[in-house]
């Protein structure tokens, strides 16, 4: 039975499901409807993952997204963008390989922005039923999940979670975190 985690609350994924090693993060989201119709057109959301060392991303070949699907070590593997989130389930999944995890990366943070935000005019607030989830690739069992509930109006990118290694143990950290980043250059330049 998957965990239902709260803003700021961080489980030990190693303790939680014994020989973990590949891990689908799964990320989904809906647009939401005006009060009159829906609003104009698709919502874009784009999922990244940023490989950090020491804290700090300090190659742009330790970004994972639709336009890098696979980082060069092959452990993180972005299975391919989805233009409007439409549909049930994950909209976006990046596949994490956590043997395979280079030893001087200590976390990978997950986001998503917003496509075009700026020209298109669009925020979090037009999005509902975001999430974030880590599932055991072998079993397909969800193993914790979390549901963004606070009003994210105006935000136009998420930080929505993170794995993180400590020692030998790998945890799964829930943030949500709004941030006014207008793409994907603006959120990796937070880890700087």
Request: aromatic letters at 8%.
């Amino acid at each position: 039975m998957a965990i239902n985690l709260s803003k700021g609350q961080k489980i030990n994924l190693s303790k939680e499901k014994q020989g973990l090693d590949k891990i689908i993060v799964g990320l989904g989201w809906d647009a939401a409807k005006k009060r009159f119709g829906i609003f104009g057109q698709d919502i874009d959301c784009d999922a990244s993952a940023i490989l950090l060392r020491d804290g700090k991303f300090v190659n742009k070949k330790d970004l994972v997204y639709f336009g890098n699907l696979k980082h060069k070590s092959g452990a993180v593997k972005h299975c391919g963008d989805n233009l409007t989130g439409n549909g049930n389930g994950d909209d976006e999944q990046i596949i994490v390989e956590l043997s395979k995890v280079p030893n001087d990366v200590d976390r990978i943070v997950f986001v998503v922005n917003i496509y075009e935000c700026l020209s298109r005019k669009q925020h979090f607030g037009m999005v509902k039923n975001a999430f974030i989830r880590v599932v055991d690739q072998n079993t397909q069992g969800e193993i914790c999940r979390y549901n963004l509930s606070e009003d994210y109006a105006g935000c136009t990118a998420m930080i929505m979670g993170e794995v993180s290694r400590e020692g030998n143990e790998w945890h799964f950290h829930a943030l949500g975190q709004g941030t006014n980043d207008a793409g994907i250059g603006d959120l990796v330049n937070r880890f700087n």
